[in-house]
């Protein structure tokens, strides 16, 4: 199956899915429609049903007390959102916002110029159709947002207790060795998903060249390879909007509006009093009594406070939006730029798919992952680069649909990987720089809230970072100097390149010609309205009144893996921040 046959496929799986889901009974799995009544009022609005916007509303709806109203713009999610083999199936569909990065013609080579940047628009928000990985960072990450926010509560010591109040972690030799990071009865299900003896000699060779083979990075090891922890449990995705809305979902206090496009938050004075929003054509005001809460994401928080009045002077009053509070709203976007390398493994009875490694089960990941944290200084601690490498099973469709569908690279790239590798295993590997220094921009496009944002994504901007990449690509390449990459004659598929047909193969100039040949999103981006610059420890706005941001947005600093993790962490905190600030 060529890469553009993939896309096809997986485009004509989309519409039975959606007519199917829309089959589901109203309120099974996901809350009800709220009854909406123009001008009515709720002791808290959550903007946004999302990773944080569904764990703050639980957790402030959970005393049955104050009222919560919590609108998203998407609608429920479909069924399949729950099976976690099935994320491949939700790259643009209806569930994804499509958004792709202003014209890059240096970076985004790869993705044909514009980098694809996908976002969950359903309950649940990008925790409903991202790639389940469950990765905390370091320590000294929170210890960083500390110092940034200058409040001491986000060191590691005072936030540990919300990873491991969000928790449910089901592995017991994790449990077993590792149990005082980790919670038990928290929301949200964690397992590993080990395939032991399909990795086996891959951690065998990461470790010959200096990585260990370790058992949870989510304590307090942060360097080697692992069989990651990921957001599933009981054969399900533990999206917050399962997990954590699940134990809500009938409170009378909580009331959820689907398919609410939230335009605007409306000020008396600098106090935030209301929001206004759109639900089926007709325009409504909801009034907080206490608080506004914004969890709308790293691309639509910045989106909304924008076009309310809060944000870069200049560039609002080129809009005629009246300005509230001149702040770098959108300015410190940050993603975790990564670039693809595929390996080609054993071979096994030619043509035919290796049946060990076809896994049709839909509640599982359909193939082993090892995720490895690597530092490019052997002394460091903390690690520059982490990469996530699926073992896709020789001639399985998996190579296309993971290329060209998953991180939507060119079909060209595809198809040469899927020729060059056919009749072997692929290594498939994503390597992700963590803490890039390059940064990019959420702009408003016009004042109309329902046209895109401007994504900048900035991605090299710093050339450092480009310098990094390559010292990156070529640490992870020394994997194929071991005994067991020697041993099946293991070669990194598709260099032959016709752009870098001029550089020496394996020099830097060359790799650096493949880096931006192959780079992408791997949709970790944080930190557009970061603590420090635009809100404050507390996560409320800098100078306003009654609002407060809860999402990736705020993260004044990426942390060392992927977000999620930490997005529910900070949603577990604010929570507690919100309770205790209207306790009287
Ligand atoms: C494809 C993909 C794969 C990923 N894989 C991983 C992974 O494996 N591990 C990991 O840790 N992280 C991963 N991430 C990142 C992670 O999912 C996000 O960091 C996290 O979900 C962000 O949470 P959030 O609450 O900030 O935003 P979101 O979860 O995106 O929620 C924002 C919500 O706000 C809603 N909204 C937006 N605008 C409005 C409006 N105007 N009115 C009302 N509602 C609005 C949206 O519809 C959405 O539901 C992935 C992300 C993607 C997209």
Known sequence: MGSSTSTELISAVQVPVTILSMLEPEGLLWPKQAELKNNSAYDYIVVGGGSAGCVVSSRLAESGKDTVFMAEAGDDPPIISLLPGLFSLFPGSIYDYQYKSTEDTYAAKGQNNYTKLQAGKML????????????????????????????????????????????????????????????????????????????????????????PSVLDLNANITLGYTQPQFMIADKKRQTPAYSYLKNVKNNSNLFVSKNTRVTRIIFDDNKAVAIEAVYKGETYIFRANKEIIVSAG????????????????????????????????????????SVTLVYKLESHIPFLPNLADVDLDPTAVPFPVLAGSVALNKSATNPDYQTYNLLLGQNTPLLPVACAVVFDLRDE????????????????????????????????????????????????????????????????????????????????????????????????????????????????????????????????????????????????????????????????????????????
């Open 124 to 211: 649940g928000g990008s925790d409903s159709l991202n790639h389940l990985l469950h990765t905390r960072g370091t320590p000294s990450d929170f210890d960083t947002w500390a110092e940034i926010s200058k409040d001491s509560s986000w060191k590691y010591d005072n936030i540990l207790q919300y990873f491991i109040k969000s928790e449910r972690l089901v592995d017991e030799p994790t449990l077993k060795k590792y149990g005082k990071y980790h919670g038990t009865s928290g929301p949200m299900g964690i397992s590993r998903q080990p395939r032991d003896s399909q990795v086996a000699n891959l951690l065998k060779a990461f470790a010959e060249v200096g990585n």
């Open 298 to 337: 790293v691309y639509n928080t910045p989106q909304i406070l924008q076009l309310s009045g809060i944000g870069p002077k200049e560039h609002l009053e080129k809009f005629d939006i009246n300005v509230i509070n001149d702040l770098p709203v959108g300015d410190n976007f940050v993603d975790q730029v």
């Open 413 to 584: 790239i595809c198809d040469k990987w899927q020729k060059e590798i056919i009749n072997r295993d692929a290594l498939y590997t994503v390597a992700a720089l963590l803490q890039p220094k390059s940064r990019g921009t959420v702009r408003l496009a016009s004042a109309d809230p329902f046209k895109d944002p401007v994504i900048t994504t900035g991605y090299f901007t710093n050339n450092e970072d480009l310098e990094t990449m390559v010292k990156i690509i070529k640490d992870f390449t020394t994997v194929g100097n071991t005994e067991y990459f020697k041993k099946i004659g293991a070669e990194l598929a598709g260099l032959d390149l016709d752009v870098c047909a001029d550089k020496t193969k394996g020099s830097d100039e060359f790799w650096k010609c493949y880096i931006l040949n192959h780079a992408g999103s791997p949709y970790h981006a944080v930190g557009s309205c970061p603590m420090g610059e635009v809100v404050d420890g507390n996560l409320k706005v800098k100078g306003v009144e009654g609002l407060r941001v809860v999402d990736a947005s705020v993260m004044p600093k990426i942390p060392h893996g992927a977000p999620n993790a930490a997005v529910i962490m900070l949603a577990e905190k604010a929570a507690d921040m919100i309770k205790s600030a209207n306790a009287n």
